[in-house]
């Protein structure tokens, strides 16, 4: 009997070792552009002969970042939120753990999950300081763009996209998927410029609330995520 | 054998009340029901409680140091604001609403006339940042915080580290609105066997349980939901209620039902403070309804009182007035606390 609890304790502690010994923690990167260039705030991008677009703000939430194996989830970042700010940098690293780092696909949410916008002021990446936190509404703004466009015939031809809402019918939280291979350090490429070729700023710039408008332009979203192939 | 079981009973009602009390930190009326918000995210504490009054109190919440919240939430009106039918903000600014009182806000589920805001913590980030109530920002109010003699040193005793964080400033205001419970009104007497009421109250009584009641139910007098009771838009305001937040027009002109405790405070009545006594109200529930679509089906038929029957029906409304309450020492400003910090 002592014998057998002996060799089930050392069962116990090999397998455990060999399962931790299979996690790796990686980095993982995501690098705003403006199509081919790494984005910079305030610079006027020509988006044709006359026109011009210029990007003053770009924050945005990812959660829950997952590596999945033939559908099976085999590792994810060690923070749940993570608020990315294009006046911080342009790059935004943060580390992953996953076994044997042999994943195929990378699955994460663009905006926050319904649960933790219903848990309200919280701190960290999503303390209301974010400036993430709607203050005449419920909940978090999941995707905030600003900037200046001659296509806008704003005043001081501004546009503003506060892009939130979590209760149906405005959910406007993304899934984005993207196959990926486990290797080297993983670049997430994140591609404003195809922002403005899925929505005509000329048309639709101001969205401040969740509504109709605030879910088409969420559609939008999980487009401008890519892997980045050096 | 008997009194062990009474022994043990008795024990679990003990540890039952015990726990009650224990997991929302607040005194309540047994009567009063389950409270709504969530205090495993906020728990109460006295300190912070008395650090949430500071700030309440405090001027420097708002752009240029001058609008407090309790310049529009007084404790002598319920905490409303009285004197004016819509609110007025920062460098004389006038709103659009009538600023609604502040007590038993732990059985309330959504905050603002049109619900605007389901979560207490967050709501104060709204008068914050508006540009007619206090014109500032929560990063605003951190930074004032960081520079303040005072403050950096409550927010170390209390969090054992000298951060100063919105959530942190945020849910200390929550705490102190939560501990602003008023139970204690003849009402609420009556309910615990201390006083009785008089014959035109029990009349009043009676006609509140038949024509009232339904929308303004014991013992908070509200299921604090939204309904469209009848009022005509008033045309320079336009304001559309809880349809301008969920976007439906069945939403068209509902506003949040509020309590009818403490309204010999709380004058004027309604969203945008139309009315300025009981009377007036009276008078547009017995005579004035607007028929509408999203019209309550309560009101549908109107409300017929006698002149009689209304003043009993005053007498009653009269009893849920907590006087002790609005003068409590625990709920006024802090003088020693704002002595020696002007400047900052």
Redesign the interface.
């Known amino acids: 009997m002592g014998l057998k609890t002996t060799y089930s304790c050392l069962c116990f502690l090999l397998c455990s070792f060999a399962v931790k010994a299979q996690k790796t923690t990686a980095e993982i990167s995501f690098q705003l552009f403006f199509d081919k260039l790494p984005l910079e705030l305030a610079k006027q991008y020509p988006v044709s002969e006359k026109d011009s677009i210029t990007i003053d703000f770009l924050k945005f939430y990812i959660s829950d970042i997952t590596f999945l194996k033939e559908g099976t989830q085999v590792g994810k970042s060690k923070e749940k939120h993570h608020l990315i700010d294009a006046r911080h940098s342009s790059l935004y690293k943060t580390l992953y753990k996953v076994k044997n780092k042999n994943f195929d696909t990378i699955t994460f949410l663009v905006g926050l999950d319904s649960k933790t916008q219903e848990?309200?002021?919280?701190?960290g990446v999503?303390?209301?300081?974010?400036?993430m936190?709607?203050?005449?509404?419920?909940g978090f703004i999941n995707f905030k763009l600003e900037g200046e466009s001659s296509l806008c015939t704003t005043r001081k031809n501004k546009f503003q996209f506060h892009v939130g809402g979590f209760q149906e019918p405005?959910a406007t939280s993304q899934e984005v998927s993207l196959k990926a291979k486990g290797a080297k350090p993983l670049v997430i490429k994140v591609d404003v410029a195809s922002f403005f070729n899925a929505i005509d700023i000329s048309q639709t710039n101001t969205v401040t609330s969740p509504?109709k408008n605030a879910v088409l332009v969420s559609k939008v979203l999980p487009t401008l995520f890519s892997v980045h192939e050096n | 054998m008997k009194i062990n079981n009474i022994i043990i009973g008795l024990s679990i009602v003990l540890t039952a009340t015990y726990c009650g009390v224990k997991k929302s930190g607040l005194e309540t009326p047994e009567y009063f029901p389950v409270p709504h918000y969530n205090f495993d995210?906020n728990p109460i504490s006295k300190a912070k409680i008395s650090l949430g009054n500071n700030l309440f109190y405090d001027p420097l919440l708002s752009a240029n140091n001058t609008i407090s919240c309790a310049l529009r939430h007084s404790p002598y009106a319920g905490f409303a604001h009285t004197d004016h039918d819509l609110s007025h903000g920062i460098y004389d600014s006038v709103g659009t609403r009538n600023a609604p009182p502040l007590f038993n806000i732990a059985w309330q589920d959504r905050f603002m006339w049109d619900g605007?805001?389901?979560?207490l913590?967050?709501q104060a980030?709204?008068p914050?940042?508006?540009a007619t109530e206090m014109g500032s920002?929560?990063?605003e109010v951190?930074a004032k915080l960081k520079a303040h003699k005072k403050y950096p040193e409550l927010f170390q005793e209390i969090y054992k580290d000298s951060l100063i964080?919105?959530?942190?400033v945020?849910?200390v205001l929550a705490q102190f609105q939560l501990s602003l419970i008023s139970s204690n009104s003849k009402y609420d007497q009556v309910k615990k066997g201390a006083a009785n009421y008089t014959p035109k109250e029990i009349s009043g009584y009676n006609i509140y349980k038949s024509n009232c009641a339904s929308c303004h139910a014991e013992p908070l007098f509200s299921i604090y939901g939204f309904a469209n009771n009848g009022l005509a838009l008033d045309s320079t305001l336009k304001d559309i209620g809880r349809q301008k937040?969920t976007?439906n027009p069945k939403d068209s002109l509902h506003f949040k039902i509020p309590s009818l405790r403490n309204l010999n405070y709380t004058f004027p009545y309604m969203h945008d403070g139309r009315f300025k006594t009981l009377r007036e109200v009276l008078k547009h529930y017995t005579k004035k309804i607007q028929n509408s679509t999203t019209l309550s089906t309560e009101l549908k038929n109107g409300i017929s009182l006698t002149k009689k029957q209304q003043t009993d029906l005053i007498a009653f409304l009269n009893t849920l007035n907590d006087r002790d309450f609005v003068v409590s020492q625990k709920h006024q400003i802090n003088r020693s606390f704002f002595i020696n910090t002007e400047g900052n």
């Open positions: 848990k309200g002021i919280q701190g999503l303390d209301p300081t974010s400036q936190y709607w203050t005449w509404q419920n405005y509504n | 995210n605007a805001i389901d979560n913590d967050a980030l709204a914050i940042s508006h920002s929560i990063n951190v964080t919105g959530e942190r945020l849910k937040i976007l």
